[in-house]
């Protein structure tokens, strides 16, 4: 069997109960500790081993917070396959200290990770439908990499629109917010060739 299938296996069967209760946004949710527990069946039976490496990783710009990246490698000894996240660190969060604030994106980055790898469909988690008490009329709809909403922003961009505009508009995720950035450098160069000629 390959690790190819080894994935497949996982992803087909994997099951993992949301079982964690936030009592302030009153919403179950599952944790990276949570997704990593209901793989371990699956590593001696499949003789695989499932790791996740982060590192805090340049953000490019003075008004991006820090970003921590996460990968999820699924590994045979022989082979790997890995899946990543990339997790903005909240420093404005009100009642955390710096490491709490690290520990909190570190612990998101990993789930959505695993989430990627393990193909977890989390649309109904706390990211989605969570809105900390405020009017559903005053919550942006999320923009994530991969939507059409998402391909429609980058075309956008590169035949020069402004990004402060889907900003506006969307609740941009900080990997998306990156990717959107450069669809935005691509944009502006092409415009100036134009220009130029």
């Given at each position: 069997m390959t690790l190819n299938d080894k994935l497949t296996t996982i992803q087909t069967k994997f099951k993992s109960k949301k079982s964690r209760f936030n009592s302030f946004g009153k919403y179950y949710f599952?944790?990276?500790?949570?997704?990593?527990?209901?793989?371990?069946?699956?590593?001696?039976e499949l003789g695989i081993t499932v790791v996740i490496n982060e590192k805090v990783v340049d953000s490019f710009s003075d008004k991006?917070?820090?970003?921590?990246?996460?990968?999820?490698?699924?590994?045979?000894?022989?082979?790997?396959?890995e899946a990543t996240a990339i997790v903005g660190v909240d420093l404005?969060?009100?009642?955390?200290?710096?490491?709490?604030?690290?520990?909190?994106?570190s612990s998101y980055g990993k789930k959505y990770a695993l989430g990627n790898l393990f193909l977890i469909d989390d649309t109904q988690d706390s990211d989605a439908t969570n809105n900390?008490?405020?009017?559903?009329?005053?919550?942006?709809?999320?923009?994530?990499?991969?939507?059409?909403?998402?391909?429609?922003?980058t075309e956008y961009l590169k035949s020069g629109g402004d990004i402060t505009a889907i900003?506006?508009?969307?609740?941009?995720?900080?990997e998306a917010l990156a990717k959107l950035k450069q669809a935005e450098v691509h944009g502006t160069k092409t415009n100036s060739k134009q220009t130029a000629q």
């Open positions: 599952r944790s990276a500790e949570d997704i990593l527990e209901a793989t371990k069946p699956f590593l001696k991006l917070p820090p970003m921590i990246k996460s990968t999820a490698v699924i590994s045979d000894g022989k082979d790997q396959i404005n969060q009100k009642g955390m200290q710096t490491p709490q604030q690290f520990g909190s994106a900390h008490g405020k009017s559903t009329k005053d919550v942006k709809p999320s923009l994530s990499v991969n939507t059409q909403a998402f391909t429609k922003a900003t506006k508009k969307y609740k941009v995720s900080p």
